[in-house]
């Protein structure tokens, strides 16, 4: 005797499994720790680069009027003779790339950093930040191996950031290190609270 298909019981439709919600919290979960931890690493380094150009410029020490401790605020002769101190070739010779270089390094750290920070192009700001960083470490490792001494990091001005006493190995692993943290951005995107474009 054949059963009319039309009799059946209708079959209910799979409903979702019991660790599906989870797995959705979970993808969740792990969503906001990675735009947060992004958005992060992304506001302390392009502060960092702020700060780094800000010490540079000659301003004011903002910190002595709040009550804090100088900072270090170097004038720009002083990170220009810290410069000369590096013998970059082809650069001790010409007064004016001196001049130049001491005013449109700090300013292209500030403008960077700033970017970054705030997420406007910030794979953009992140990448240019990521080359500064690189060459500064360069520079560093470059005097290091032609044993030039009387040689002082400037990076961040007068401050002695993480890195104590003259220039040795910590400070290229330390602007190796911020480099690294700057392609974050550029590899994994710049997470929550970007101001602007992605790119």
């Known amino acids: 005797m054949r059963t009319d298909p039309s009799n059946a019981p209708a079959s209910r439709p799979a409903g979702p499994a019991a660790g599906d919600g989870f797995s959705h919290l979970r993808c969740r979960s792990q969503r906001l720790v990675r735009g947060y ?39 720009p002769d002083e990170f220009m003779a810290a410069i000369k101190k590096f013998h970059v070739p082809g650069l001790n010779g010409w007064a004016w790339g001196l001049e130049f270089a ?15 920070a705030l997420g406007l192009w910030p794979r953009a700001a992140a990448l240019a930040v990521a080359g500064m960083m690189g060459v500064f470490a360069a520079g560093i490792l470059s005097v290091l191996v032609r044993g030039i001494e009387d040689v002082s990091c400037t990076c961040f001005g007068s401050l002695k950031l993480i890195c104590q006493g003259p220039l040795g190995a910590c400070h290229v692993a330390r602007n190796a290190a911020i480099a690294g943290l700057a392609l974050l951005t550029v590899v994994l995107g710049p997470g929550r609270g970007a101001l602007g474009r992605r790119g």
């Open 102 to 116: 001491a005013v449109a390094v700090p300013w292209a750290e500030v403008v960077a950093g700033a970017m970054l």
């Open 37 to 75: 931890g992004l958005a992060a690493v992304r506001v302390a380094v392009g502060g960092l680069m702020v700060l780094g150009g800000y010490l540079k410029l000659g301003l004011p020490d903002v910190s002595v009027a709040l009550g804090m401790g100088p900072l270090g605020v170097m004038r």
